[in-house]
């Protein structure tokens, strides 16, 4: 299945981009990061949350959206 | 009573004449006895030696706005309120600029006191912005909310 | 710090234009990060089935000047404010029109939202300020803070 | 000895007047207030509190200052 990963702030000029679609067959947000880390070792060491369809989510959760981001702490306001 | 989705964001800092112009557009409204307004303003922090000049603001602007409006949607709830408008910049904006501009105005001042402060306080804590603070020497770091 | 005895009064209701060149005045001052902005308005109450159309403002001049400065010094000691301005109306302010501004600004939140009610429930209690409501019909009442 | 009495709001609705310069031999602010229930009987059933010199004062403080202001209830903001 196509997923597409955005990435924000300090995360994405980690990953020398904004956005990236994958094809992937991990079933939870943990196995996807594991491949993640492979492509973006320094990734293992910032500090971020990530959102599925918009919406936080932990490690467990199961992929089940079209969209996930990367967010790295907030700096609103 | 459901609003719509609105868009926050506002390209580059937030204008004085903008906030006095919406301050004046609240004229007709008759029933309200008290507005409070809570603007950030662009601090030239100095960290390690180097002092900061400017913030470029991004966004997860989708999610961002989703974010805004349930805090919106619940500060309406929990308060008295009549209105309730809030801006946030995307972009680069200078040390002395304003990058937040939230205006809630209620019939009695207690009640914008505390939704002002809750307004606030969620979205720094809520919102997917990211801001990075230029130094002089065009270099930057992250800054994140505390 | 001594600050010099100020007029808070001005005559008749205070001009968003007014607010919002105050707020542009203080881009120059870059440890700010926070401001916060009281303004009371004036609302068309209905009081036994009279509206009002207006307040009209009288003080103790002389005495509500020497509470507002006492109100800024003690502010300026409680909390840690960059700069702090009020102005009050006297005279007729019209249903809708702005009768009272409070400006606070710091580096950091959370000091403007503690100083800025302190300072706007101090003026309600301490200050000799005298409002007529003004009615339709020409009548009128003497507003009392509540 | 003379003193300056300044009536505010609805005070000096009932007074009439805004200011007035009385001669005076009590000395205290119940004394005084004694004298001006007489030339305003109204004035007993308001609510007031008064100032010498620009100070709220209670009413058995000693008249000590030049201007006295008698102040219903405050209604800034």
Redesign the interface.
Known sequence: MELTI?Y???ISELTSCEEEKILFEQTTISELLKDLFKKYPDLKNKDFRI?QD??LVSLDSLISGQEL?L??????? | MERTLKNVFVKGPISSAFIGNSIAKHQSKTTIGAHNIFL?QVRADVINEKTVTAID????E???N?KFHEIREDAFKKFNLTCMHIY?SSGRVNVGEI??FVFVSSPRRKEVFKALEYI?ER??????????EIFEDTSHQ????T
Chains 1, 4 share one sequence.
């Open positions: 955005k924000f702030g300090m959102a918009r919406k981001a967010l790295p702490p907030f700096a609103g306001g | 950030g603001y991004s966004a997860y989708d999610m961002a989703e946030h990058c937040l606030v979205i720094k804590v809520d919102v997917p912005v990211f801001g990075k992250w800054k994140t909310n």
